[in-house]
């Protein structure tokens, strides 16, 4: 039986594997064909934060492959009120058969994981959101931009940097990270990115210069200066980010045919200029709309490897 806690533990064939299969998915459900991959399976969903894309792709996504979602807010399971994660584990997986949790703590996953009957998906935690670059992959190939590709990421280093960092370390390809000073990711991730990296032939390049990580590069993104979790920073963060707006002034800089990705929610007028976003929304929307694809196809793929 698989996870899908982080995208190190995946292989860059299993990753393509996925994005094949979610592109075959897509196509079907466009032409309205919803084929039952899943019968009567049950997908339980635990949300400690918000969430409205990630909630919606997998609730909508489970019933289209011909099961049920499961919303549970960890308000309103005993999860909330000290029940340890263990026995929640314990408890759920045996009444479902898969679990998503959007959680604050990797560490908590993993352990929520070690204790399940059933395939675990990460939908966000502190430190990945794996679920999300499979959207965003999907995206770039199906903007045939998969080739020599290079990637900016101007912001925080943050949960979305790190999974920027894994998908780029196992396919091989030229990712750069500008973020201001005191924001930069996590080393212990970036090690092992840059140890993968190695033998993957990507090149991974960390600077403080927004204009250095732009130039010539072939997708652009960015994420939120203000995490969920890290609201009482707001103030502080908003002025240590000046300079790393993106907008059509930095955007200059890219190769002329670049394409704009934002996982969002998007804060306008901070990461990303209202003009720049509305320039570039058919494509940040298309991507919105390929967390669905992407995440039935991983559903599938785990269901297919138990
Ligand atoms: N991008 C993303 O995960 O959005 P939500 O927080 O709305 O799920
Ligand atoms: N970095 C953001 C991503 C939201 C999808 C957060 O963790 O809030």
Not at 62 to 78: A, E, R
Not at 173 to 191: C, H, M, N, Q
Not at 232 to 254: C, S, W
Request: overall charge negative; glycine content about 6%.
């Amino acid at each position: 039986m698989r996870h899908f806690l982080t995208l190190k533990d995946y292989t860059k064939d299993e990753i393509l594997e996925i994005i094949d299969l979610a592109i075959k998915i897509k196509k079907e459900t466009k032409a309205k064909i919803f084929k039952k991959y899943m019968p009567n399976q049950t997908l339980g969903m635990i949300f400690e934060k918000s969430s409205t894309r990630t909630r919606v792709s997998f609730e909508t996504g489970i019933y289209q492959l011909g099961g049920v979602g499961l919303f549970l807010s960890s308000n309103d399971i005993q999860l909330g009120r000290g029940e340890p994660i263990s026995d929640t584990s314990r408890v759920i997986s045996r009444m479902v058969d898969m679990i998503m949790i959007r959680n604050d703590s990797q560490k908590e996953l993993e352990e929520f994981a070690s204790y399940s009957k059933v395939p675990v998906i990460n939908g966000l935690t502190d430190k990945f959101h794996p679920v999300q670059l499979m959207a965003d992959y999907l995206t770039i190939v199906q903007h045939n931009l998969q080739d020599n590709l290079k990637v900016a990421y101007i912001g925080d280093g943050n949960n979305m940097t790190h999974s920027w960092l894994m998908l780029a370390a196992k396919l091989g390809f030229e990712l750069r990270v500008a973020t201001p000073k005191g924001y930069e990711v996590d080393s212990d991730i970036l090690d092992e990115a840059q140890k993968i990296a190695q033998t993957s032939g990507a090149k991974i390049i960390i600077t403080n210069d927004p204009k250095i990580a732009i130039k010539d590069t072939t997708v652009v993104t960015t994420d939120t200066w203000v995490s969920m979790g890290q609201e009482a920073e707001k103030e502080q963060r908003i002025k240590d980010f000046q300079g790393f707006i993106v907008d059509e002034n930095l955007m200059k800089d890219a190769n002329s045919k670049a394409i704009f990705l934002h996982c969002l929610p998007a804060y306008k007028g901070y990461e990303v200029s209202q003009e720049l976003f509305e320039k570039h929304s058919d494509t940040i929307f298309e991507e919105a709309e390929n967390r669905l694809h992407a995440q039935k196809a991983i559903m599938v793929w785990l269901d297919k490897h138990r």
